[in-house]
């Protein structure tokens, strides 16, 4: 019996789903195949892991099993199995964000979890230099942080990481390596588990590197190589790191926070319980109208929180609302119409303005002409234009993923262009970059949508002002 016991608890110690309710894998996208690690409770996090050159092996199971004792939904990554999918693409250089956020997507959707959780990015050794790539090159609040262990800012790849949102590298050795540079613009925190006896990074070079990164921070790991081998001398470190990123303030969070505008106009909150951002305006001529502005499904972004910028910048306060976090879960036109009108009027009353406008950005833009169309009477009234920044054909008022495989349920769709038609008591106007679809924008100015053409692709060419200028000519163009 002895001997059994003993066996037990030897097996619990090195088993790796010990700790977990269970351990799941399956394959997804350029992943290929993926070991995901559940919490005992609702998760508090979503963690996606890189691993180093060495493959999903204990060494990083051991690391991951950590995360899932303090909350979290851990998916394992095989840098080896991803690196060889984007080694197939023809493209010229990679974008990794978009894949790990739809990775994200799709576990939580599949997992179904309450609500969206930002995904924490750890990695380590070669995992650790792509996660610092891929939190740069994401545009701000894709993902909640980064934590690297064994951080070294050279990457093997054959082909450089996409700039995105502003990613610099320059070449070590052509199509065989990449340096990456240090950024001075994230707003999320990257933190950096290194330890002093490690030689295969060194540590005075990487000290220096997180000097130069603004939300940066390295902890020191005195008795540590590049293995990480002796778990007690980096266990306590590692979970202190990832309480840090836990609990560090959402970009949202951070923009009202840092709004010194804001704050000095002690506005009364709003009664109900919404994810909004609020962008006031120093200008105080009433004539110029409020803006409800719904976010595209990536959440709010910098994207958004530009054009909210440049709309305030010329007298136009903006209410901005996270589409990715009020519609995780399915809504109905009339709900999401109702909680709105709420907002606008609370609003309009506490920046004492007599009309807004709606404006929706792409998945935003979908759905802004249905929620319109369940404003009250009143509130109709006072709405003086609707603008949907590259919409598309169908609306859906729930985030989800094409390829889910079913595991989102059946969906009502709803068509964007015939509601437009339907709006006749309203002004629509439809923003797009003269680089998206022609036969796109016909079927909105057939709808009866007054078309107005920005340069760019979907983006704009990362110029989100660019609307936020059509919007503003087009109001004072009305207003004249």
């Known amino acids: 019996m002895k001997a059994l016991i003993f066996l037990i608890l030897v097996l619990s110690i090195f088993n790796p789903s010990a700790h977990a309710l269970s351990v799941d894998t399956l394959r997804y996208g350029n992943f290929g195949k993926i070991v995901i690690y559940k919490p005992g409770n609702d998760p508090n996090s979503v963690v996606l892991f890189v691993s180093g050159d060495g493959g999903w092996n204990m060494g990083v199971v051991e690391m991951s099993q950590r995360l ?62 792509l996660v610092y790539g891929i939190l740069v090159q994401a545009p701000a609040a894709t993902f909640q942080g980064a934590i690297s262990l064994g951080f070294c800012p050279d990457i ?27 950024s001075e613009k994230l707003t999320a925190p990257f933190i950096a588990l290194n330890g002093t006896k490690d030689l295969v990074c060194d540590f005075p070079s990487t000290q220096q ?12 790991l005195p008795m540590v190589g590049h293995g990480f081998a002796v778990l007690s001398n980096w266990i306590p470190q590692f979970k202190e790191a990832y309480h840090q990123v836990l609990l560090a303030p959402s970009f949202a969070e951070q923009k009202n926070a840092q709004n010194t505008l804001l704050q000095s106009q002690n506005l009364d909150p709003l009664p109900i319980d919404l994810p909004i951002v609020l962008v006031p305006t120093s200008q105080t001529d009433d004539s110029k109208p409020m803006v409800f502005l719904v976010s595209g499904d990536g959440g709010w972004t910098n994207f958004d929180h530009s054009i909210a910028e440049s709309l305030a910048e010329k007298g136009m306060p903006v209410v ?6 009020y519609f995780w879960n399915g809504k109905t036109p009339e709900v999401t119409a109702l909680e709105v009108e709420k907002a606008v009027v609370h609003y309009l009353q506490q920046w004492k303005r007599k009309k807004f406008i709606l404006v929706g950005y792409s998945f935003g833009a979908n759905v802004v002409p249905f929620i319109a169309d369940k404003f009250s009477e009143e509130l109709k009234d006072l709405l003086s234009g609707i603008y949907c920044l590259s919409p598309n054909l169908k609306a859906d008022f729930e985030i989800h993923l094409m390829d889910m495989l079913g595991w989102g349920g059946k969906r009502e769709s709803y068509n ?32 009866g ?20 200028e059509a919007i503003y000519k087009q109001v004072e163009h009305s207003d004249d």
Request: net charge neutral; proline share 4%; with cysteine.
């Open 68 to 129: 899932v004792q303090q909350g979290a939904l851990v998916a394992g990554i095989n840098i080896k199995l991803y690196f060889k999918s984007l080694y197939r693409t023809t493209s010229t250089c990679y974008y990794p964000a978009a894949d790990f956020e739809d990775l994200s997507l799709m576990l939580q959707k599949r997992y179904r979890l309450d609500t969206y959780h930002k995904p924490i990015l750890v990695g380590y050794s070669s995992g650790a230099t």
């Open 156 to 182: 093997e790849i054959n082909k450089p990481l996409c700039a995105g949102s502003g990613l610099k590298q320059h070449v070590l050795k052509e199509g065989k390596s990449f340096y990456l540079e240090p």
């Open 209 to 220: 590197f997180l000097k130069e990164v603004n939300t940066g921070v390295l902890i020191e």
């Open 320 to 325: 901005g609302l996270d589409a990715q976090k």
């Open 416 to 447: 964007v262009p015939e509601q437009i038609k339907k709006n006749e008591q309203f002004k629509t106007y439809c923003i797009f970059g003269d680089e998206e679809e022609e036969a796109l924008r016909a079927r909105f100015q057939e709808a």
């Open 449 to 468: 949508a007054q078309i107005l053409i920005v340069p760019g692709n979907h983006h704009y060419n990362n110029n989100p002002s660019a609307a936020g």
